[in-house]
């Protein structure tokens, strides 16, 4: 947990620093399209909630470090299991690789079906039914991995680690790939938004998972290091040093 704090503040530092403009230009957009429907009046504004500052600020860091503190638990666990089953993997390996895996897996794969919108993108009416399917795509992504993982794992005996690890990542691309093929799809962007704009709104959001995941395999897999490998029992360094 405290190496997802530690990497949703980096992610943080990202989001604001690189994102936030993005966001701000979209909602001048946005802002400008209510105002051109009233008329070039100022009717139909309602007054805010939150104030933008807040959210940008207050809101940001508290969804980032909630969201840090919630995946450093749920990784612990699945490093737990997965260290030493892996591969003959080492502690910093391990956490490098389960972090690219959630990732690829948690973000990357969802995002090329249904890629973050920034505000005046996106039809209202379809804002659940789009939430759905990404987290959808999220859960499906996650089982296809691991079945993934169990079929490598079975092939390698007969085909060698090598050739059952380039067999299960076509199975998963593939299915994933008809994932694509057959979820529908949402094309909401208007013609008059800056197509610009949209692709540094994605980089951003795509920079700023990636800054987090990086981050924490990095902060993870130091910190379990130096707990397993720097303990003065046989059991440590067995765990640090898998075989087989």
């Known amino acids: 947990m405290i190496a997802g704090v530690i990497a949703g503040a980096l992610a943080l530092a990202v989001a604001y620093f690189l994102g936030e403009s993005q966001v701000d230009a979209a909602i001048a957009i946005e802002e400008a399209h209510s105002h051109a429907a009233h008329g070039g ?21 508290t969804a980032l470090l909630v969201f840090g503190v919630a995946v ?3 990784a612990a666990l699945v490093y737990a299991y997965a260290l030493g089953r892996i591969g003959n993997f080492g502690p910093r390996a391990t956490a490098a690789l389960i972090a690219g895996a959630a990732l690829l897996t948690v973000y990357v794969v969802p995002f090329l ?5 920034p505000p005046a993108v996106g039809n209202p009416d379809t804002i659940g039914k789009r939430t759905t399917l990404f987290f959808l795509m999220v859960a499906l992504s996650l089982l296809l991995a691991v079945v993934a993982v169990i079929i490598g794992k079975r092939l ?14 076509a199975g998963f691309i593939l299915v ?3 994932a694509y093929a ?7 962007v208007g013609k008059d938004f800056p197509a610009s704009l949209l692709w540094k709104f994605r980089l951003s ?3 700023v998972q990636t800054t987090f995941w990086a981050g924490f395999g990095l902060i993870f897999g130091y910190l379990t290091e130096r ?11 067995r765990v640090a040093t898998p075989v087989g």
Do not use: C, H
């Open 41 to 61: 009046g100022g009717g139909g504004e309602e007054e805010e909630l939150v104030s933008r500052t807040m959210q940008a600020t207050g809101g940001l860091a």
């Open 113 to 117: 079906k249904y890629p973050a919108n």
């Open 176 to 178: 994933v790939g008809l």
């Open 156 to 169: 390698a005996p007969a085909l060698g680690n090598w050739n059952a690890t380039i067999a299960a990542a």
């Open 205 to 207: 959001t795509l920079a």
């Open 72 to 74: 450093g638990g749920i």
């Open 227 to 237: 707990l397993l490998v720097s303990g003065n029992g046989a059991d440590a360094r």
């Open 182 to 188: 057959f979820l529908p799809s949402f094309d909401e």
